[in-house]
């Protein structure tokens, strides 16, 4: 059982800043996956960005604004958010998996936050 708890969300301008982190509770949080998905209003949630043990993945159209990043001392990952534009408003989760075949799918996270708010202004 792992429990997730998001912080960091908030009001920025467009071509700001924000950090996003996400505290993980429970044991073995080194072996899962972890991941970021973000929710607009309207939308389908999407696959922002993930972080294996190894690796990390990222959307095409945050790749150079946004990394991941995971301290597994403090059971926490984060994610670093620059450049910010309007349309990255949205809700993020952060979200926890292991063996999966994709890390792109939420349908492969089995523990989620409950997320924050992000919002851009132009």
């Known amino acids: 059982q792992v429990q997730l708890v998001e912080s960091g969300g908030g009001l920025v301008q467009a071509g700001g800043s924000l950090r996003l982190s996400c505290a993980a509770s429970g044991d073995t949080y080194s072996t899962y996956t972890m991941g970021w998905f973000r929710q607009a209003p309207g939308k389908e949630r999407e696959f922002v960005a993930a972080?294996?043990?190894?690796?990390?993945y990222y959307r095409g159209s945050v790749k150079g604004r946004f990394s991941i990043a995971r301290n597994n001392d403090l059971n926490a990952v984060y994610l670093q958010m620059n450049s910010l534009k309007p349309e990255d408003t949205a809700v993020y989760y952060c979200a926890a998996g292991r063996l999966m075949s994709t890390v792109v799918l939420d349908t492969g996270y089995r523990y989620w936050g409950q997320g924050t708010q992000v919002t851009v202004s132009s």
């Open positions: 972080i294996t043990g190894t690796s990390s």
